[in-house]
């Protein structure tokens, strides 16, 4: 009879852990930032089908970092919940917060009792009324949730995106702003008014950038808050321009 190698529950979920981040780090970032307008969602992305953001509600918006197939199953499983829950009750019973337990739940049974942990960072983003009203959760691969202010920079050299934010980021921005402060952020070169021009360029096309208007019935005469940025709106913000 083979005799099994005992390895303790404390080394398995530190070598689970370590594998699940490894994956995450070398995904390319997103960043989902609140502003006066809205929440923007900046990723860098240079497929034009494989989304990492996306709709789930009227109001709410998903972000993801990792393994593509494993964060798409997760976003088609919020809008069935987001659906099923909005038809069942009422879509105001329909919160980022409910979605991102959920989603909290399903990472941490994945990460304890499967063989492989899923390598995904999720972000949960419902827009307010107003900036202090934003929801932005994010969730790691154990399960575990965090209420984030103002911005959540995952992926990628995350923590260092996030030192570059804190001093250029701000609540009263607006849309352009915000964006070009992300994307200032994402090509290296520092967000304000003295960006690095050694930076590497991030062009419209490398980029997926989608928005939650806080009023879109009066911006859109719509109630669902997400829009998608093509790629020629995403020039003229960031002033390239196309050819």
Request: with cysteine.
């Amino acid at each position: 009879m083979t005799q099994q190698f005992y390895v303790s529950p404390e080394q398995l979920m530190k070598d689970r852990a370590d594998f699940a981040r490894k994956g995450i780090a070398r995904g390319r970032s997103v960043m989902v930032l609140s502003c006066r307008e809205g929440i923007a969602l900046v990723a860098e992305n240079p497929s034009v089908s494989l989304h990492k953001v996306g709709e789930i509600y009227d109001r709410i918006a998903f972000a993801a970092v990792g393994k593509y197939n494993e964060f798409e199953s997760l976003r088609q499983a919020g809008v069935r919940y987001a659906d099923v829950r909005g038809y069942s009750y009422n879509r105001g019973d329909v919160t980022a917060r409910g979605l991102a337990s959920v989603y909290a739940q399903s990472l941490g049974a994945v990460f304890t009792a499967d063989t492989k942990p899923f390598e995904v960072e999720l972000a949960v983003a419902e827009v307010g009324t107003t900036p202090a009203q934003d929801h932005l959760y994010r969730l790691t691969f154990d399960g575990s949730i965090a209420d984030e202010k103002g911005f959540v920079v995952m992926g990628g050299q995350a923590d260092s995106l996030s030192e570059s934010l804190r001093g250029s980021w701000q609540e009263s921005m607006d849309f352009p702003e915000v964006i070009r402060t992300a994307v200032a952020a994402l090509s290296g070169g520092g967000a304000g008014e003295n960006p690095d021009p050694g930076a590497r360029r991030l062009s419209p096309d490398l980029l997926e950038i989608a928005v939650l208007d806080r009023d879109p019935l009066s911006s859109r005469g719509n109630r669902r808050a997400f829009r998608r940025l093509p790629a020629a709106e995403v020039a003229a913000v960031l002033g390239t321009g196309e050819d």
